[in-house]
Nanobody
Framework: QLVESGGALVQPGGSLRLSCEVS????????IAWFRQAPGKEREGVAC????????QYVDSVKGRFTIVKDAGKSTVSLQMNSLKPEDTAVYYC????????????????????WGQGTQVTVSS
């Protein structure tokens, strides 16, 4: 089970920290990612982390602003979002898979089997 939290209304330039609580998996997850979907748009990969390697990837539009972190000692993965822009407005989803996903495919939603319900992030003045 994946449960997101932390979504809110924030002004442009502000920050938010989203959390994804992971529970109920009998095996260790291989990859955990954050996706987002704005109204009328396709679901977009934002950031991902390889649980075993600790390596991370980001979509170009959030590089330098967003950071994905697997919280040490906790079953959570966080997405720290800084310098938020109106175009970051979307429902943010946590996703995960038990199998390793090729590096070039880790930001593609079709490769993930497990999804949370999403949390709304609105960036507006």
């Amino acid at each position: 089970q994946l449960v997101e939290s932390g979504g809110a209304l924030v002004q442009p330039g502000g920050s938010l920290r989203l959390s994804c609580e992971v529970s109920g998996f009998s095996s260790t997850l291989a990859v955990i990612a954050w996706f987002r979907q704005a109204p009328g748009k396709e679901r977009e990969g934002v950031a991902c982390i390889s649980v075993r390697e600790g390596t991370t990837q980001y979509v170009d539009s959030v590089k330098g602003r967003f950071t994905i972190v697997k919280d040490a000692g906790k079953s959570t993965v966080s997405l720290q979002m800084n310098s938020l822009k109106p175009e970051d407005t979307a429902v943010y989803y946590c996703a995960a898979d038990l199998l390793e996903i090729h590096t070039q495919k880790r930001l593609l939603p079709r490769y993930y089997d497990y999804w949370g319900q999403g949390t709304q992030v609105t960036v507006s003045s």
